[in-house]
């Protein structure tokens, strides 16, 4: 059934663009004494020397910390209300969402929605002061094993990854279970890409 193509997505990347700092800064590193420069030059050090994708090198550079795998992703949740934010995030998602809400916007059935889309971890923003404005996060993610310690990279999005979610949002397959893949004609799709606006702070975000 085609759409009537009214509701504007606005998807932000998260590190440098709602928060001031890499996410681990404020939450990981001074929960485990992680001092900030000597870990991402071990990164480094693997980007360059071994070519792993920047994702997967802090991932694993923290799963190989016994007291980080002891956090769980409930614990990571936890650490989201110690995020840091430039000045008016969160209250600037309410006041966009107010302003739609007006009704020179309503006659027409104007509608924003809020999507992050990022390389840090999703269930750190899970538990964040943004979350309740926010339709859907994508993000890096660690599976568990059955002790509920955190044990693999169930997900690692890099700059190249979040070409797909971009077409989720698109098509409105947020569900990570549907196939992103089915063929939708673009009438049909929920969010166009002209309807949509994406923030970001680098060239990763391009």
């Known amino acids: 059934?085609?759409?009537?193509?009214?509701v504007i997505g606005i998807v932000y990347d998260f590190d440098k663009t709602l928060s001031p700092h890499s996410m681990q800064e404020d939450t990981i590193f001074p929960h485990l004494g992680i001092n900030a420069a000597t870990f991402w030059s071990e990164v480094e050090s693997l980007t360059s020397e071994k070519y792993y994708e920047s994702e997967l090198a802090w991932m694993r550079l923290l799963l190989e910390k016994k007291e980080f795998r002891a956090i769980s992703n409930a614990g990571l949740k936890m650490m989201g209300d110690q995020l840091h934010f430039y000045p008016g995030v969160p209250e600037f998602f309410s006041e966009l969402t107010n302003t739609v809400q007006t009704p020179k916007y309503q006659e027409y059935g104007v509608s924003v929605e809020h999507y992050i889309i990022t390389s840090g971890l999703k269930e750190v923003i899970e538990g964040s002061a943004v979350r309740p404005y926010v339709?859907?996060?994508y993000g890096s993610e660690f599976d568990e094993d059955t002790h509920n310690e955190l044990s693999f990279p169930k997900r690692a999005v890099g700059h190249t990854q979040k070409t797909q979610y971009l077409f989720r949002i698109n098509k409105g397959y947020l569900d990570l279970g549907s196939d992103i893949n089915d063929h939708m004609p673009k009438e049909e799709r929920r969010i166009p890409f002209?309807?949509?606006?994406?923030?970001?702070?680098g060239p990763t975000d391009v």
């Open 1 to 6: 059934m085609p759409q009537t193509h009214n």
């Open 194 to 201: 002209p309807n949509m606006i994406y923030i970001g702070d």
């Open 135 to 137: 339709k859907a996060i």
